[in-house]
């Protein structure tokens, strides 16, 4: 008599690769940063998935919305988008679908695709078209490199300028 085992690769690697749910998942969020005591950043999501393990990382899958307040408690500027990627190590933001940067100190609006905030470089980027809104002007653009107020900031590839009166929306 003669007897072999064999397994097949596909059962093998589905044996062998890492689990794929997350470590946490969490519906109704709020988290809040704070610097020095002080309360900077507060984010709302519908649901949180939490990875940690080879890569740490939290999924917002039905969006999220991001709250940016000054040392008074004053909200100075929000960010919305339909999905989230948070890289948590590397501390890369990526959102994506219908995203939109409001800054409420310059009375500016962003809008794109998709858009990348590195939180330690404090900047933020997109190769996405983009949309900018200042109180006297409609800028278009493909790409996009900033600090994280819009303070300083580069519009790549400009196909459009428009002068609007202050009563544009």
Not at 85 to 100: A, C, G, S
Not at 128 to 135: I, Q
Request: charged fraction near 30%.
């Amino acid at each position: 008599m003669n007897f072999s085992c064999t397994n097949k690769m596909e059962k093998i690697k589905e044996l062998t690769t890492p689990d794929t749910l997350p470590s946490e998942t969490i519906k109704n969020v709020e988290l809040k940063y704070y610097d020095s005591g002080q309360l900077k950043v507060y984010l709302k999501a519908p649901a949180l998935y939490a990875y940690y393990g080879a890569e740490n990382k939290m999924i917002f899958p039905k969006g999220l919305k991001v709250l940016f307040l000054d040392s008074k408690g004053k909200i100075t500027g929000t960010l919305t988008a339909g999905y989230g990627l948070n890289y948590l190590d590397d501390k890369i933001l990526k959102v994506r679908n219908n995203v939109v940067i409001v800054n409420n100190e310059e009375k500016e609006t962003l809008e794109t695709e998709e858009l990348n905030w590195d939180q330690r470089k404090q900047k933020i980027y997109t190769e996405a078209h983009v949309k900018l809104k200042t109180p006297d002007k409609l800028i278009l653009g493909q790409g996009l490199e900033a600090d994280e107020k819009l303070k300083r900031r580069t519009l790549r590839n400009v196909t459009g300028e428009f002068q609007v009166n202050e009563d544009f929306e």
